[in-house]
């Protein structure tokens, strides 16, 4: 992308709404804007004690492999745009590859991804597989794919493009769209969306949080609770109000 077509930096307030919202709110907020799949199903995180990540999207794209080209001897070359895209990486990027969904070979491993972490990116995600699982575990990165294989990238996979939409599990990405990450998985807010929807999402939590206290105390959700009517929600602004 060039840096004519950069887009404005977000808010830093923007990102820290998002990062204290789940990937179920955000979906739900997104839905009622139009948007009713943006969840990267299928994606698991690999080390499940991080909690997750907020980034913008730096996107690559992977084509199919084709033998004269994808060698061993290629991999230094300076034409590998795997490589280029990792050191491209700046402080909360969040790369995410264009895997077709295909986990016969991994779309990386950990000196890729490990590399990703020194250079401050905020998560590594593919709708394929990585390889190296049991170091990729232990990371500070999170990291999310389908499968672990020990298959080299070089088998089923060449890098086509870097920073242009892609599609990852069925949903379009474009470069700078925001990702949220949890321990259940990933979602795509896109970026002109992210303002708005981190206030709708933030505010969605503190309504949810205020009604499973009344679940726990044993309401029952049928009569207006959840969803919440006029009067449940004139009921948690009091309640909020209260605690201000």
């Given amino acids: 992308m060039s840096p004519a077509h950069e887009p404005a930096p977000l808010d830093p307030r923007v990102l820290d709404k998002l990062r ?3 990937t179920a709110t955000l979906a739900t907020r997104l839905f009622a804007v139009g948007l009713r799949q943006q969840f990267l199903v299928g994606l698991s995180p690999l080390n499940p004690d991080l909690d997750g990540f907020v980034g913008e ?3 690559m794209r992977f084509i199919p492999a084709r033998e004269d080209l994808d060698t061993l001897e290629s991999l230094p070359g300076e034409d590998n745009l795997q490589w280029l895209g990792v050191e491209s990486l700046g402080p909360g990027h969040a790369l995410v590859i264009d895997s077709r969904g295909d ?3 991994a779309s990386a491993g950990d000196m890729l ?3 990703a972490l020194h250079r401050g990116a905020a998560a590594f995600i593919t709708d394929g597989a990585f390889r190296d699982g049991h170091v990729l575990r232990t990371l500070p990165l999170p990291t999310y794919a389908r499968a672990i294989t020990a298959t080299t ?6 890098v086509a493009d870097l920073q242009v939409p892609i599609g990852c599990a069925g949903v379009a990405v474009y470069p700078g769209d925001v990702l949220v990450g949890d321990r259940d998985g990933v979602i795509v807010v896109p970026r002109h969306l992210a303002p708005r929807i981190a206030d709708e999402a933030l ?9 499973h206290t ?3 105390a044993g309401e029952a959700l049928l009569g207006g609770l959840y969803p919440p009517s006029d009067e449940t929600k004139e009921q948690y602004r009091q309640w909020k109000k209260a605690r201000a």
């Fill in 153 to 158: 990238r070089l088998t089923s996979f060449h």
């Fill in 20 to 22: 204290r919202t789940s």
């Fill in 214 to 216: 009344r679940v726990h």
């Fill in 57 to 59: 999207a730096f996107t």
């Fill in 113 to 115: 991804v490990t590399r």
């Fill in 103 to 105: 986990i016969s070979a």
């Fill in 203 to 211: 505010e969605q939590e503190e309504l949810e949080a205020y009604l």
